[in-house]
């Protein structure tokens, strides 16, 4: 018998596939007693779970913009860019810019921003960065310098490397030791 012929057999006693090969012998081919066929199973569909993908606008290094954007998405920033953004999403600049962000979410890493700022959710700025234009923000958390007003609806949080040039408006406020202001502190009573 060939090996094709021994594969096939073995497909065949084993999962019940291919053709029975050709026997080259003389004596009689003996007939197997049927089997009973057993239904066959269909696997079930299984639901594909529904992911929400958010869509990102992103410039890389060495990209230079120029203009406005308007998006719904989250932005990334590695280059650099000159005008107005706008987003309901989450903004990570890495970068210089100049103009004024609007967003639900800030990221500053690494970034010199000249421009205000207008910040729905939570606004971050990390200690080798510095933003020149006023601020409003909910959540804040600061280890950079900002040259500006502050005007905060959650609470601000200043690190020890944060240096602010400007009047903060505030309902509650963490300063760690180390962290310079330059400026009025204004904490209104909280309405009950």
């Known amino acids: 018998m060939s090996k094709k012929d021994n594969l096939n057999q073995a ?34 569909p299984v639901a594909t779970p529904v992911v929400k993908h958010t869509e990102v606008t992103y410039f890389a290094a060495g990209t230079v913009m120029e203009g406005t954007i308007k998006t719904k998405g989250d932005v990334e920033i590695h280059g650099d860019f000159k005008g107005n953004l706008t987003s309901e999403g989450r903004v990570s600049i890495y970068s210089a810019i100049e103009g004024n962000i609007a ?7 690494g970034c010199r921003l000249q421009g205000d700022v207008n910040v729905s959710g939570t606004l971050e700025i990390d200690g080798v960065s510095a933003i020149e234009g006023n601020i409003h ?14 005007d905060i609806k959650g609470n601000l949080s200043l690190e020890e490397s944060a240096r602010i040039e400007g009047n903060i408006k505030t309902y509650t406020m963490d300063i ?17």
């Open 11 to 44: 497909m065949y006693e084993m999962f019940g596939v291919g053709k029975t090969p050709v026997e080259k012998t003389t004596e009689p081919i003996q007939s197997k007693p049927e089997e009973k066929k057993q239904p066959k199973i269909e696997p079930m």
């Open 137 to 150: 923000a909910g959540a804040t958390v600061c280890s950079g310098k900002v040259k500006g007003d502050l």
């Open 176 to 192: 760690s030791r180390g962290a310079k202001i330059f400026g009025n502190i204004e904490m209104p009573e909280v309405s009950k």
């Open 103 to 109: 967003a639900k979410d800030l990221r500053v890493v």
